[in-house]
């Protein structure tokens, strides 16, 4: 079992995606949810994340005010809007759950490609 991020895509400057990040069953009723992106030549850094008890959210520095994470819990996916895209946006974006200890509890999946380009 993992999450799957989609959504991904290309836009220009200021557009918007957003992208979708389905769990088997009822796994984000236990762990935090995050977002991460990769950049080429960079290390995967954390955008955004979601409590699992009372849905408190999180946003790097980078994204806050142009992102926001929400969640279905019917459907067991959580979502990134994204806006006002920026070119050092882009990047490979993956979604994941960790622990209260900071362990990561899926392997990485694919991930989806964000491309922010004129």
């Known amino acids: 079992v993992q999450l799957q991020a989609s959504g991904g895509g290309s836009v220009q400057p200021g557009g918007s995606l957003r992208l979708s990040c389905v769990a088997s069953g009822r796994t984000l009723d236990y762990y935090t949810v995050a977002w991460f992106r990769q950049a080429p030549g960079k290390e995967r850094e954390g955008v955004s994340s979601?409590?699992?008890?009372?849905?408190?959210?999180y946003y790097s520095p980078s994204v806050k005010g142009r992102f926001a994470m929400s969640r279905d819990v019917a459907k067991n996916t959580v979502y990134l809007q994204m806006n006002s895209l920026k070119p050092e946006d882009t990047a490979v974006y993956y979604c994941n759950q960790y622990r209260p200890d900071g362990t990561y509890v899926w392997n990485w999946g694919q991930g989806t490609q964000v491309t922010v380009s004129s």
């Open positions: 979601m409590s699992s008890s009372d849905e408190n959210t």
